[in-house]
């Protein structure tokens, strides 16, 4: 069953992630804000289970690339009232391109990673400076399919949304009151011009969850699927995307 009870998800990862500060002796967080759906859904959850006086926002843009992000995410920091003191904004560029200059021209895949792994770093410095622990992002759908940078966008102390398809977290998203603006924009990681989450897939969320959901949590074949209505093509493309990224999943390998 894709849909969910959003009022008892909601307080359930609030409580989880009060319990989890606790259990690791921090009482706040510091969390990556890109504007996006996920970032925004676990900010309002992290306000609600720290309070507004003890998460800390990070934006963390690179240049000029996805400014409507940077207003969505100081939509949100207004929304939930959190003081300027506690919102840090740091324009990854400088860290960034010099990265890039070693080794140009450098492929999207490759900046991406290395925009990501620099984001990584000034999070969790943060994190020490405030004695918080890093709230992070990924949903359930992402990290099946392996879409996130190994040690990057994917390192964090708390995952609040990691076992919420994506299109739960929308639904989730939506009962929290997160703005429309945020609900209705098409989804991207802002690692190059353009770039949308599924224009990289090749397919959208919602055919990704519902299949994920047969191959994951209910056990199903493949034949079986299709037998659902799914054209095998689209199938074996998102079975495509979890086998080539089953290996993020059990790092470090050991022997």
């Not at 359930?140 to 994917?154: A, I």
Request: charged fraction near 25%; include cysteine.
């Amino acid at each position: 069953m894709m849909s969910i009870d959003s009022k008892k998800v909601s307080q359930k990862l609030i409580e989880f992630i009060k319990a989890a500060c606790k259990k690791a002796g921090f009482s706040r967080a510091v969390i990556a804000l890109s504007g996006g759906v996920d970032s925004s859904t676990s900010l309002a959850l992290s306000v609600q289970a720290l309070g507004k006086d003890n998460v800390f926002p990070l934006l963390l843009p690179y240049g000029d690339l996805n400014p409507q992000g940077v207003v969505d995410a100081n939509l949100l920091i207004d929304k939930y009232d959190l003081a300027k003191s506690h919102v840090f904004s740091i324009n990854i560029k400088s860290f960034v391109d010099p990265m890039l200059a070693l080794d140009a021209p450098m492929d999207n895949v490759r900046q991406g990673n290395i925009m990501a792994r620099t984001r990584m770093i000034l999070l969790f410095d943060e994190a020490k400076k405030q004695n918080a622990l890093v709230i992070g992002t990924e949903n359930k759908t992402e990290h099946l399919l392996g879409y996130f940078t190994r040690f990057g966008d994917s390192a964090s102390d708390i995952e609040p949304l990691r076992n919420l398809y994506k299109t739960q977290v929308y639904e989730l998203a939506k009962h929290l009151g997160i703005p429309e603006q945020i609900l209705n924009k098409k989804p991207t990681a802002g690692l190059w011009e353009g770039q949308t989450d599924e224009g990289e897939f090749g397919f959208t969320y919602k055919d990704a969850d519902e299949i994920l959901l047969q191959l994951f949590d209910e056990k199903k074949i493949v034949e079986d699927i299709v037998a659902s209505g799914f054209d095998r093509s689209l199938v074996e493309k998102v079975q495509s995307w979890v086998s080539k990224n089953s290996f993020k999943h059990n790092l470090p390998i050991l022997p």
